[in-house]
């Protein structure tokens, strides 16, 4: 187990590289977008200021011709020569408001109205300015050309207006494009930091679906070798770790394994000796019994046979944990293996009152005829065992999805849903056990699970009302 060439060391490391990757794309286009809506707002403000400027001075140009006009009339018309220094001022500030105009427009039509406003107050003031005063005729005869002087200032306004008008719908444009540009910004963000996330969140969950898939294969009593942990080191360690317990779990089992072989070969020389011993007595080869010796000894009989049965059962679950070898199989009719089982049962059935109901919709199976006779026996003895007097039982058989599946139904307590990931384990007892019942060693069900494994099949508690319990046995057609 080794981390990846794209894995940092620490688990903690890869979560704050995510994070800060993720907040790059997001941060730089939040940067992009202050930077682009400033440059608008600056943008803004300039034209203000300068359309403001443009604006004013180009009306303080009209009210200069009017200056200059009315500076020009109290000169030569009531002959006061202190006038001369307001014509000469009027003229001044006319001609300085004009040159600062030249700059601020940009249009070409109002830049011509203006050289021209320029050229037309130049020469009405070299008329005009003081020295020698004109008569009244004389200017009266200028009044055209102040008129003139007046439709060019209009004019200039006009065009310095459409021309504010025309940078205000430019400059609208250019902030819709903005706005659009910046969408498509949030657009291609968007996916990205999707993506981003997407990639982070595979790397960062990766290791830990390893992990609880390698938890799970634990949970699920299965030794084999886990799959590798690629991930940061703290991750690969903690697979290691795992691993280490797979490998103790898997030295316990064998140990298990071994001290149920070797105490289930201890218990049956003092067992055999025993029931020779029983057997021994029940011949009266030591003398004559009463019937109350008769009774002990026919109590020591069922004892023995009884642990002599739980011996047996340790020794074959042993050995189908310790060789999972799958036999020789060959096609079992189903009803010759039931009516056999049923057999062996009847005395137990009868006592208890119940009633079998076989439904054998398939009518073999292919499996090995002792594995096969020992899960339905292990299966009736625990039906029979919790039935209700005067009880009914399933048995069931039917193709099934490349199978052929086999049921065993009871109508006893059931067992609780907590608890059926369980029954299968070795000496497992549920809480819903019958009063009256000797305890059992809670090893059938796991012969039946090991058996139905070697054979390729499975075992599994399943709902079927209106039956209680209802174990199913599958093999592979």
Known sequence: MAAGPYYPRSFTILVIVAMG????????????VVHVLQGVVDTQRQFARDSLAVTRDVRQVGESVSQLQR???????????????????????LHSRLAQLDTPLGDAAARATLARLDRASAALY?????GAFLDSARFHALEPEFATLHGDARTLQEQADAA?????????ATVQSTRQRLIGLGLALVPLTLLLAAVFSWLINRPIRQLKAAIQQLGQANLAPLPAISGPQDMVELGREIDWLRQRLQALEAQKTRFLRHVSHELKTPL????????????????????????????MDQGSRDLQRRIEELIRYGSMVREPVRPATAEQPLA????????????????????????????AVRADRAQLETALDNLLSNAVRFSPEGGRILVKSAPQ??????????????????ERHRVFEPFFQGSHQPASAVEGSGLGLSI??????????SAEVVDCAPWSTCFCLTWPV
């Open 21 to 32: 990757v993720l907040i790059v794309p997001l941060a730089s286009g939040l940067i992009n």
């Open 448 to 457: 039946v699970r090991e058996a139905q494994l070697a054979a390729g099949g």
């Open 164 to 172: 504010v008008q025309r940078d205000q719908q430019a400059l609208e």
């Open 401 to 418: 999805a490349g199978t052929v599946a086999l049921w065993v139904c009871d109508m006893g307590p059931g067992i609780l849903v907590a």
């Open 71 to 93: 500076a020009a009339g109290q000169y030569h018309l009531l002959r006061d020569a202190e006038f001369g220094e307001v014509l000469e001022r009027a003229h001044a500030t």
């Open 126 to 130: 070299h008329t005009v300015r003081p």
């Open 336 to 363: 010759d293996v039931v009516d056999g089982v049923l057999a062996r049962h009847r005395l137990a059935l009868d006592a208890r009152r119940l009633t079998v109901d076989t439904q054998l919709d398939a009518a």
């Open 272 to 299: 055999a000796s025993l029931r020779e011993g029983v057997a021994l007595l029940n011949d009266e080869l030591a003398g004559r019994l009463n019937a109350r010796q008769r009774d002990i000894v026919a109590i």
